[in-house]
């Protein structure tokens, strides 16, 4: 059967399992779904149908028919986030779209809040503030829910380390949990695993009481460089660190207005006045702006998720390397000579941004049952490294990536000279290109690796799903070419009658749903801030 007759064959497929739930081109509700994603490149990708499901049983549903057919490629994508085209979007494929499934439930003890998988942490944030309670999330509200770091982080540890219980579709359609009891080995592989396993449609997030708190963003004039970075040095400390205490550190560049510096600041203690630990930042002038305030997770996420607005081309890509105040300031002075490639990109903002992880936020993860990061014993603070770029034009795409790609790589090369370089990569921030799961260490890689044989025997995830960062090289563990799609609906395809409702391109087999509401795009001199990919 010709690719394209099989691609149909299988929407028709997933169209009788689950009647009213895919779309296809030109549909209304396949449309909505490509323009809803973050970056440009990931929405540009044309999957042959969209399946929009609403619970597990209908995903379950899903994967046993995308699992007979091992030469077809699919997607799963949660809130859509993440930038590089194909993490979580396909061309001449199946896309899953679990936006329907965005239910947020807090337990009757309020230990713990069940979330869906395809809810945007803002939804998280709006019933947990109601409650005066918090969990350990992301930091833009528009970003879908999963690991990564947090404004508790130092507190709670990693978002990942927080994650009490999944629920999860393996590749035979059986719906499984996975908490500390059952299934432990499936519950540590998913907390930085990727996607390897199965589809996640719920999370049981810990859950606890938070007061509202001191916290914004200040502006500064790029002339206060110098200070910043030492002020930045000395509060990536070993020992002695403030665990209430959260830092995003940011220098942005736009053709039209030059560079400019952002500290994000977040105190989570019930405190009115400025804390001590951010008065070095504070004391820094000129300012240009300051949002500094008391308020909640969901005013704080908010204002953090303008400085990354949608409709715009992205990019990320990541590395990380010991604290050490030289070498802040040779990474700043290649990122600063970078921007100068790019003066006559349309619309760009090109941003550098330094991350503290220290101690305190790696030592939270062993008590609370480990995760697969690889730096439970993690000793020295250490910094993450992240280069951003938003733009306009396809035309640009080559120049945007190959001055990232350039710009990493000499800071890489930098800090291996300096003795200074880390192996990890911070998987929310990272490009499609870059290798994720080799940071964690081999112990690790090994331990995923066996949990992936277990639970996906098949290789459906490695083989099925391009999307995410694999476990293995492809062909290494299960697949196949063949295809197996039930006889009625290759009658489908070849014009003959079956008992079903058949599919066209304009057909929409789905009721519309709503887009996130769209968020304000700041100045463009301050578009420069990013958070984590879902």
């Known amino acids: 059967m010709a690719q394209g007759d099989a691609l149909l064959a299988v929407c028709q497929a997933l169209s009788n399992a689950l009647p009213g739930k895919l779309s296809m081109p030109n549909s209304d509700p396949y449309t909505s779904s490509l323009r809803s994603y973050f970056s440009l490149q990931e929405g540009e990708l044309a999957p042959s149908c969209v399946l929009q499901p609403a619970n597990a049983q209908e995903v379950a549903a899903a994967v046993k028919v995308l699992a007979t057919t091992p030469s077809l490629k699919f997607a799963v994508r949660g809130g859509g986030h993440t930038v590089w085209a194909g993490s979580a979007n396909i061309q001449n494929g199946v896309t899953i779209d679990m936006r329907l499934i965005n239910n947020v439930e807090v337990s009757a003890d309020k230990s713990y809040t069940s979330v869906g998988a395809g809810a945007l942490w803002r939804d998280v944030y709006t019933v947990l503030d109601e409650q005066g309670l918090a969990t350990s999330g992301g930091r833009a509200s528009q970003v879908g829910v999963g690991g990564g770091l947090s404004f508790f982080s130092a507190r709670k540890g990693f978002v990942c380390d927080n994650v009490l219980e999944w629920?999860?579709?393996?590749?035979?359609?059986?719906?499984?949990?996975?908490?500390?009891?059952?299934?432990?080995?499936?519950?540590?592989?998913?907390?930085?695993?990727?996607?390897?396993?199965?589809i996640v449609t719920r999370f049981n997030l810990a859950t606890f009481e938070q007061p509202r708190f001191y916290g914004g963003q200040?502006?500064?004039?790029?002339?206060?460089?110098?200070?910043q970075l030492k002020a930045f040095s000395e509060f990536t400390v070993a020992t002695g660190y403030d665990d209430y205490a959260s830092l995003i550190q940011s220098y942005g560049y736009t053709a039209g207005q030059g560079f400019g510096a952002i500290n994000g600041m977040r105190y989570t203690a019930a405190v009115e006045a400025p804390p001590k630990v951010f008065q070095p930042f504070l004391n820094i002038q000129p300012q240009l702006l300051s949002t500094m305030r008391v308020s909640n997770v969901s005013d704080f996420t908010h204002e953090q998720g303008q400085f990354s607005p949608d409709g715009f081309r992205q990019l990320y890509r990541v590395t990380s390397f010991r604290n050490d105040l030289n070498f802040l300031n040779d990474g700043y002075k290649l990122w600063e000579s970078s921007a100068s490639k790019l003066?006559?990109?349309?619309?760009?903002?090109?941003?550098?941004?330094?991350?503290?992880?220290?101690?305190?936020?790696?030592?939270?993860s062993g008590p609370l049952g480990g995760n697969m990061l690889g730096l439970d014993g993690n000793t020295a603070p250490f910094v993450l490294c992240l280069i951003t770029g938003s733009w306009s034009n396809a035309a640009d795409d080559r120049l945007m990536s190959s001055t990232a790609v350039k710009l990493i790589d000499d800071i890489e090369a930098g800090a291996k000279r300096a003795g200074i370089y880390n192996e990890y990569k911070y998987l929310n921030y990272a490009d499609g290109s870059q290798n994720v799961i080799d940071g964690y260490g081999s112990e690790n890689k090994q331990k995923m690796q066996a949990v992936s044989r277990k639970y996906d025997r098949k290789g459906v995830f490695q083989n099925q799903v391009p999307g995410g960062y694999k476990l293995f090289a492809a062909g290494e563990v299960g697949g196949g070419n063949e295809t197996s799609v039930p006889p009625s609906t290759i009658s489908a395809v070849r014009g003959e009658p079956v008992p079903t409702r058949g599919l066209d391109s304009t057909q929409a087999l789905a009721e519309p749903t709503a887009l996130p509401t769209a968020l304000a795009s700041p100045a463009p001199a301050a578009r420069h801030i990013t958070d984590g990919a879902p």
């Open 343 to 364: 003066s006559n990109v349309a619309d760009v903002v090109w941003s550098l941004t330094y991350q503290p992880i220290v101690p305190a936020i790696t030592s939270k």
């Open 218 to 227: 200040v502006f500064y004039n790029i002339s206060t460089v110098p200070e």
């Open 167 to 198: 629920e999860v579709v393996l590749s035979d359609g059986r719906i499984v949990t996975a908490n500390a009891k059952t299934n432990p080995d499936l519950w540590l592989a998913l907390k930085g695993g990727s996607n390897n396993f199965g």
